[in-house]
């Protein structure tokens, strides 16, 4: 009689149930730290979804977000610096760039005083809201619309003013107000950029016409040199004939002041002398003969005074000094 007790196949011990549930957790783990954990670089910012709609901006580091899709996370490169170049194309990078020039649909242009010009440059932009430049643009047309801003930006502004300007002087105010109007407009578009830098690169005339354009520039520059030769020889003679008025006109005055000054100690002198004179003019007369007699002769030597009312007065030489004269000569 056969035993109906017997067991059935053993089952495996790796088919357990804690073994089982084990795997479970093991594979929803990886599925969670796969689909909720996500790492944003330093130069970047993280714009988190929920279900498609916007959550929040984070920054750089390591971050969870609900998993299984329901959170989505897309990095934004806001530290990094864009460029993009009108009127030429980058054709081989490396050591050697070389570059594909004079693009016409971009950089040909009509300046104020109606010449053809062909202008390059260049734009140097950033990302600022994450946010904005996902959602309020389109994915395909964000780069051709900063495009088409900075077309009509520079169009706008070489239109407004002369070919010689454009080439010359007015290189550095198309770059300054370029960069204000494009941010201008960029904001109100609130695409989420900013505009750093405008460089204007290769501004020249059409072919046809670029030497006639360049003697036009060559006459400018002798000009302007011509112009600061004379300012430099006018800064070397002006300022010399201003000293040399200025010395002669200190000079006219300090002998102005001297002559004036002697006049007023004359006539001091005078009115002292006269009021003396009045108090006692015999005396005062006098005094002033001698006076007078005493500066005229106070340098002469061997003068002799003689009255002249004197009568039967026999002048004599004296004798001792023209001995004295005579002794010497021998």
């Known amino acids: 009689m056969e035993n109906s007790n017997a067991s059935g196949p053993k089952r495996p011990k790796w088919l357990s149930l804690p073994v089982i549930v084990t795997a479970i957790v093991i594979v929803l783990a990886i599925i969670i730290a796969a689909t909720g954990l996500f790492v944003v670089d330093q130069t970047e910012d993280a714009v988190i979804t929920r279900f498609g709609k916007y959550r929040m901006t984070v920054g750089p580091g390591l971050h969870f977000k609900i998993p299984f899709g329901i959170d989505n996370s897309y990095n934004v490169p806001t530290k990094t610096v864009r460029t993009e170049q009108f009127g030429f194309r980058p054709v081989r990078g490396g050591v050697h760039n070389s570059y594909q020039n004079n693009l016409r649909n971009e950089s040909t242009m009509l300046t104020g005083d109606l010449n053809i010009v062909d202008v390059e440059w260049i734009i140097q932009y950033r990302i600022v809201d994450p946010k904005a430049w996902l959602f309020n643009v389109q994915e395909d047309v964000r780069i051709s619309t900063i495009r088409d801003v900075s077309q009509a930006v520079i169009n706008s502004l070489v239109g407004d003013r002369a070919i010689l300007d454009v080439i010359g002087p007015e290189r550095t105010a198309i770059e300054n107000q370029g960069t204000l109007l494009m941010n201008d407009q960029l904001k109100e578009f609130g695409i989420g950029v900013t505009i750093i830098n405008v460089q204007l690169q290769n501004i020249v005339p059409p072919e046809g016409v670029q030497a006639a354009f360049e003697d036009v520039n060559k006459a400018i520059q002798d000009m302007n040199r011509l112009i600061n ?13 201003s000293g040399e008025a200025e010395k002669q006109i200190q000079i006219a005055q300090g002998y102005a002041s001297e002559r004036v ?15 003396e004179y009045r108090k006692a003019p015999d005396v005062t007369r006098r005094r002033l003969y001698l006076e007078t007699i005493e500066t005229l002769f106070t340098t002469e030597q061997g003068t002799t005074l003689v009255d002249k009312k004197l009568d039967n007065f026999l ?16």
């Open 229 to 241: 030769e004379g300012k430099e020889a006018y800064n070397a003679e002006i300022p010399r004939a």
């Open 315 to 330: 002048p004599l030489k004296n004798l001792e000094n023209a001995g004295t004269a005579v002794r010497g000569g021998n």
């Open 261 to 275: 000054n002697r006049a007023k100690g004359d006539v001091a002198r005078f009115n002292d002398v006269y009021a």
